[in-house]
T-cell receptor, first 113, second 116 residues
Framework: GNSVTQMEGPVTLSEEAFLTINCTYT??????LFWYVQYPGEGLQLLLK?????DKGSNKGFEATYRKETTSFHLEKGSVQVSDSAVYFC????????????FGTGTRLKVLA | GAVVSQHPSWVICKSGTSVKIECRSL??????MFWYRQFPKQSLMLMAT?????????EQGVEKDKFLINHASLTLSTLTVTSAHPEDSSFYIC????????????FGPGTRLTVL
């Protein structure tokens, strides 16, 4: 069946460090891939998405490339800030036109000043 | 994007009681809403799809008689955990799908339920 595997946290970085959060998936067909972010006390917010192979999603300095050959959608940011501290969720939507998501377990990021 | 609220944000109840959780779409009419459950350090798991004006659609393994869903209006869906037990303690999150393309959803802040 479909699944999402996400690196476990917590991840603790110093401000301006490089961030990578790994996400790999298993799915039939061509899923859409998402990264959601959850700040303390708030709901999940869409950070970026990619709907087909080789698409690169980007937002707020974060990037992720849909790699079909490695079934991956790793999240990266070149220079993190304290305000990036949050929980990050990788997710896939396996069927076009529906909203059924499969989520990874979430990775907590803590950025220290 | 849509603003989604949940009430209460946390609740503690005794075993055997029922608890109602509300999910409101504050600026967006939603014929469909989703209910998720999240255990500590685990994924969000889709429990059911709430449909305005009709019965909810439950995912496999979710007890429909235990988790009652009512989509009363285009802006309100409620999840009632009936006869709650400690194993029902969890984080419950609702979402509203975007009307645009790309299968985006807008999520509420979640409700933490603790059953003693």
């Amino acid at each position: 069946g479909n699944s999402v595997t996400q690196m476990e946290g917590p991840v603790t970085l110093s401000e301006e460090a490089f961030l990578t959060i790994n996400c790999t998936y298993t799915a039939t067909g061509y899923p859409s891939l998402f990264w959601y972010v959850q700040y303390p006390g708030e709901g999940l917010q869409l950070l970026l998405k990619a709907t087909k192979a080789d698409d690169k999603g980007s937002n707020k300095g974060f990037e992720a490339t849909y790699r079909k050959e490695t079934t991956s959608f790793h999240l990266e940011k070149g220079s993190v800030q304290v305000s990036d501290s949050a929980v990050y969720f990788c997710a896939l939507s396996a069927t076009s036109g529906t909203y059924k998501y499969i989520f990874g377990t979430g990775t907590r990021l803590k950025v220290l000043a | 994007g849509a603003v989604v609220s949940q009430h209460p944000s946390w609740v503690i109840c005794k075993s055997g009681t029922s608890v109602k959780i509300e999910c409101r779409s504050l600026d967006f009419q939603a014929t469909t809403m989703f209910w998720y459950r999240q255990f500590p350090k685990q994924s969000l798991m889709l429990m059911a799809t709430s449909n305005e004006g009709s019965k909810a659609t439950y995912e496999q393994g979710v007890e429909k008689d235990k988790f009652l869903i009512n989509h009363a209006s285009l802006t309100l869906s409620t999840l009632t955990v009936t006869s709650a037990h400690p194993e029902d303690s969890s984080f419950y999150i609702c979402s509203v799908p975007s009307s645009g393309s790309g299968n985006e959803q807008f999520f509420g802040p979640g409700t933490r339920l603790t059953v003693l």
